[in-house]
């Protein structure tokens, strides 16, 4: 593989078949119309011990808040606003059971902050390395979604981050400062 554009662009479709889709592969997430008025946004990331990662420079808590923040931030780059999440994690024999709960714990720590509900996924051995891979779905106000395409990003992120920030700057003033822990 040359790099991961070149890969995306690839494997991308010529077509899509749903006329609800109005991004697929190529840009941070994918976006659907789900409502009128709002749409859905779905992106997933995926993590190899190895390869992102080691026992040795991060704690499972790390590694799973890692995870999560990752999809946080594509979802943020679109300008919608986090929802639900969705793990697939295929686990060595060499992890165990208290590392698994604080990967876990990072990911749930990360999501209260956020609202965000784990809705699924899936579990597997492996036979090396841990793999974990998140789906995070958000949601975005119509026509305010922030493509990599698009000649008004700038104003398109300031609009989310006015909106976003402001009130998480409302919670700071009233005392809930964990919520950027």
């Not at 008004?152 to 003033?173: P, T």
Request: hydrophobic residues 45%; negative net charge.
């Amino acid at each position: 593989m040359k790099d991961e554009f070149d890969f995306i662009e690839m494997v991308k479709p010529s077509h899509h078949n749903q006329a609800s889709l109005i991004l697929g592969i190529g840009d941070d997430a994918a976006v659907y119309e789900s409502t009128p008025k709002l749409r859905e946004v779905i992106c997933v990331d995926t993590m190899i011990e190895g390869v992102h990662f080691t026992k040795d420079t991060l704690s499972a808590f790390q590694i799973g808040r890692k995870a999560l923040a990752i999809n946080v931030s594509d979802l943020a780059a679109m300008g919608a606003i986090p929802r639900f999440y969705l793990v697939s994690i295929a686990i060595p024999p060499e992890w165990n059971d208290q590392e698994l709960a604080d990967l876990y714990v990072g990911m749930e720590k990360l999501a209260r902050t956020f609202n965000m509900d784990l809705i699924g996924g899936d579990t597997v051995s492996a036979k090396d390395s841990l793999v974990i891979s998140v789906t995070a779905v958000g949601q975005v106000e119509d026509h305010v979604e922030l493509y990599r395409s698009s000649r008004s990003w700038r104003c398109r992120f300031c609009h989310w981050l006015r909106r976003y920030v402001g009130c998480r700057a409302r919670a700071i003033v009233k005392g809930r400062s964990e919520w950027f822990l």
